[in-house]
């Protein structure tokens, strides 16, 4: 489901994450640990629930006015929950990509590989996580072949990974082998 169902019924939000959980069960014997709603849409009240549902982690919106002085680089916890752990979205980074990327209005257009990495890797030392969240339709339809992203994309890993601090992996590894620094609070739906 892609819909908005977890800011108005409880009961179809909880039908609409159950469905495809058991649809992954029963094909690969798999249950994801990590909830992603759709648009990264949270809020603290939701917590519980997706915690009952059975689910360790949450991607959420890495927004300023949630974050404040704060970098989204850590993982931190919900206010509501001593269990769920956040990762959120540096919206800064992962945008570069998926809005940015082919603007020739934007002045740091053409985007290449080693200048990306470099922001990236002026964030060791300044948190435990760099979460890049991008969409599909980033990559064919935001970003089409002829902008470059794929060559990018295929150069990216390697030039990511050139810095000894760094690894890919994947949100229930950063959930299983990192420990939240704070709380922070979803009042209102980002």
Not at 63 to 83: C, E, M
Not at 118 to 129: F, L
């Amino acid at each position: 489901y892609h819909s908005l169902a977890s800011i108005f019924s409880t009961e179809e939000f909880r039908e609409q994450v159950i469905m495809p959980t058991r649809v992954l069960d029963d094909l690969f014997g798999f249950r994801p640990r990590v909830f992603r709603n759709t648009e990264l849409i949270f809020k603290d009240s939701m917590a519980k629930e997706i915690e009952n549902l059975g689910f360790h982690g949450v991607l959420a919106e890495g927004a300023d006015k949630i974050l404040g002085w704060r970098s989204p680089n850590f993982v931190y916890q919900t206010q509501s929950s001593h269990k769920l752990s956040l990762l959120l979205k540096n919206y800064r980074l992962s945008d570069d990509l998926a809005f940015r990327f082919s603007n020739q209005a934007w002045s740091e257009w053409p985007l290449d590989v080693m200048t990306y990495t470099n922001w990236i890797h002026q964030t060791a030392g300044q948190g435990n996580v760099v979460n890049l969240f991008m969409d599909y339709e980033t990559f064919g339809e935001h970003q089409w072949k002829e902008s470059g992203i794929f060559d990018f994309m295929a150069a990216f890993p390697k030039a990511a990974l050139a810095h000894p601090d760094f690894r890919f992996s994947t949100p229930s590894e950063v959930i299983s082998h990192t420990h939240p620094v704070s709380k922070i609070a979803f009042d209102n739906y980002v």
